[in-house]
Structure formats: structure tokens, C-alpha cells
């Protein structure tokens, strides 16, 4: 805010900070695919690309996040709207 009270405009970014670190991780994923590509020793499956090994725990990582954050999402909303119902129904 300014001195006067009013709010300064922002500048618009060109390309959003949360794209550029998106774009990063998606390519520092593929180069690291891309240089793992051996096969190592699996036990008890015997021998298996490492890029497969690396991508198989991500993979259930993320599935549990992302059901992780959808129940919390889903709790906060719950929870809003009784305190909505609530708040609406006292001052009636």
C-alpha cells in the first residue's frame, strides 16, 4: 500500500515462479532417467532397469500424498461448512 492508502499495482509475472520450478523438476526427472538406465539386482525379482526401481516408490509416494491431501482437503472443507451452517443458523 502506499502512503495515501491506496494499493500499488503488482506487476504481472510472464511466466510464474510455480512453472519454472514445475518445468525444472520434470526435466531434472528425465535426465535422471535417462542416466540410470542399468539394470541392478532386485531381490527377490532378479534384475530390473534402475529408473524402474527409482520410479515405482515415487509412484506409490505420490499416490499417498495426493490421498493424503484430499482427505485433509476434504476434512477443512467439511469443517467450514458446518462452521458456516452454524454461524448462519445463531444469527437467524
Known amino acids: 500500500m502506499s502512503a495515501d492508502g491506496e494499493q500499488t499495482p503488482r506487476r504481472a509475472s510472464?511466466?510464474?515462479?510455480?512453472?519454472?520450478?514445475?518445468v525444472a523438476l520434470i526435466v531434472g526427472a528425465g535426465v535422471l532417467?535417462?542416466?540410470n538406465g542399468q539394470a541392478v539386482p532386485v531381490r527377490p525379482f532378479?534384475?530390473?532397469p534402475l529408473n524402474?526401481?527409482?520410479a515405482a516408490p515415487l509412484l506409490v509416494g505420490?499416490?499417498?500424498g495426493w490421498s493424503v491431501r484430499a482427505r485433509l482437503a476434504r476434512r477443512a472443507a467439511r469443517a467450514a461448512a458446518?462452521?458456516?451452517a452454524t454461524t448462519s443458523s445463531s444469527t437467524d
Do not use: D, N
Open 52 to 54: 524402474q526401481v527409482m
Open 14 to 22: 510472464s511466466v510464474p515462479i510455480r512453472w519454472l520450478i514445475v
Open 33 to 35: 532417467v535417462w542416466m
Open 62 to 64: 505420490v499416490l499417498i
Open 46 to 48: 532378479g534384475r530390473a
Open 82 to 84: 458446518k462452521r458456516a
